[in-house]
């Protein structure tokens, strides 16, 4: 496999969860405004790691290579890196930024500071210290693999329109078209990793990835949930409040029937209200009896959690849904 993409499994959902809960909050809730910041920062963050992975993609480099994107791992901790280009001789960790204006990279003490063209000021952690962070933790994922191999870094602002005004002081900025100079630039020094174990790390790399599951958005962001409204929604029409007919569901607004309907409404309860449901919960969420509910809980290939009484289901994400 020459790269992976996890992006929808891990941005795309957060992204999911978000949509999905606004669409069954009130139009005057006081979250709204949190909750679409927050979506219009990942639609930024997801739009900028594209253009960066196109950039890679298209650049043939005269060495052999692997490229990952939105790649999840944990050492000491879990640690998400934006994109890894792996040589024989060297890593390249690279943390993307898409914010439009005017940066200034503070380094005592670290801090991105955004002017925008409105004459907004925002103040970010520095991408400066997440990129370290990252160095630091894939240092120690590759030793306990009793791997030693350089790893470099750089921060990518893939914003067309961005202006740096200070740059940091010791760590390197580029824009997307400036990254594969960057990494030929770069030494390669002695034997480098024979084949058999560049292929294995890779392997070993796709391997440890793991799934990042966000945190339901009422958790996150302390929506109540009497404040997410309840019902199956209607798959081509978005309307919440599908009627339950034998053995399917139908809309009484487009008049659509579906008889998956409820699937999407129960990832939508997973992503926006909480990691687990029970029987009580499915019942109240989707309108239907207990017996319904059962069987629809069945049927989802669902982690089942506890004894009869306090039985729960989680949904695992890690399959594609
Ligand atoms: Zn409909």
Redesign the pocket.
Known sequence: MKNINSKECSDSLTLKGLIAAKSRMSANHPSLAALSSKQSGIEAGIGGEQRVAEVLGRYKFPFRNNIFHDLSLSSDSYFQIDHLLKTPHYGVILETKNMAGSLEFRDNPPQLIQKREDGQIKYYESPVIQLERNIELFSAWLSERNIDFPLYGAVVLAYPKQHVEIPPADTKILFPNLVPPFVKSLPREGKGLDTSTFNWLSAELIRSHQTYIPKPVCESYQVPVTAIKPGVK?V????IG?NKIPRSWH?P??K?TNHLAHEQTLVEWFLVVKRTITNRECREFLGVDIHTAKRILLSMDLITCGTFRDRSYRMDFSKKR
Do not use: I, R
């Open positions: 209607c081509s029409c978005g309307n599908m809309c607004v487009c659509v």
